[in-house]
């Protein structure tokens, strides 16, 4: 990594710590998701962010059932990374309320890798399997192969060629079958047989009683397994593409 790469990547990190902790202006908050299977997993209410100027989200209101797979769509700077960002706690809402599964019960993937870069393919799924308790090995098994990273698994992740980067960051949200995933364009830049294969260990996720949530601008190939969707456009509900 270049020197600027890594002191734009801790300028970000900082701003994100910052943000979390509520330092900036923020007056929204987060309540963990009811345990009644009946209830919303996930649901804001009013929920607004603003970075400065910025209005990213204003006034969001919806909520996401168990056991579905949702998207969330919207061109480019309507607010989806920010939107998942949220869900996360990874950034603080500056009005309104977030509703949803603690952290820990959340596998995701999103644009900027979660892997450990100097960590092999294999150890970066062991770390991750076992951050949320027992995991059947065959299961970690299964991902591995069906993304094929079988034949990289000794390579460091930051060695691996852009696709598998990618698909390696997918497995892991897939690794520890927690509660509710969180896919910000999992199918980009990789092949077709994969693209395939992440919307499969999608499909099956859910059948087992997980939630998914999903933006992709691959909209042909998401939109035939979304059971709902979420359009943002400007930071704001209802208007679709
Ligand atoms: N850290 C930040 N600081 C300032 N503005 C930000 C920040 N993050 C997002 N924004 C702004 O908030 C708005 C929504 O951005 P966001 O990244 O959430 O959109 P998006 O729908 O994910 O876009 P894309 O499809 O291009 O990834 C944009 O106007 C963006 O410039």
């Known amino acids: 990594m270049s020197d600027r790469a890594a002191s734009d990547r801790l300028t970000r990190l900082r701003d994100r710590i910052e943000d979390r902790l509520g330092r900036i202006g923020s007056r929204g908050r987060y309540r963990d998701s009811s345990s009644d299977p009946s209830a919303p997993l996930v649901r804001f209410c009013g929920v607004s962010k603003r970075f400065g100027p910025v209005t990213a989200l204003d006034g969001i209101d919806c909520r996401f059932d168990r056991g579905r797979i949702h998207g969330v769509v919207g ?142 601008h691959d909209r042909g190939r998401v939109d035939p397994i979304l059971d709902s969707s979420l359009a943002l456009y400007d930071g704001r509900v209802g208007r679709p593409e």
């Open 75 to 216: 061109p480019n700077g309507s607010g989806k990374t920010t939107f998942f960002e949220l869900l996360l706690r990874l950034r603080h809402p500056t009005a309104g309320t977030v509703i949803s599964p603690p952290p820990a019960a959340i596998g995701y993937s999103f644009q900027e890798p979660q892997f450990y870069p100097n960590l092999t393919a294999e150890e970066n799924l062991s770390v991750f399997a076992r951050l949320h308790g027992d995991v059947d090995p065959e299961w970690r098994r299964s991902v591995t192969e069906r993304l094929r990273l079988d034949r990289v698994r000794h390579q460091r992740a930051a060695a691996l060629s852009g696709g598998f980067r990618k698909k390696l960051d997918v497995a892991i949200a897939f690794v520890s079958e927690p509660e509710l995933i969180v896919l910000d364009e999992p199918l980009a830049g990789i092949d077709r047989l994969s693209r395939k294969r992440v919307l499969e260990l999608i499909v099956e996720h859910v059948e087992k009683g997980g939630t998914v949530l999903i933006s992709s």
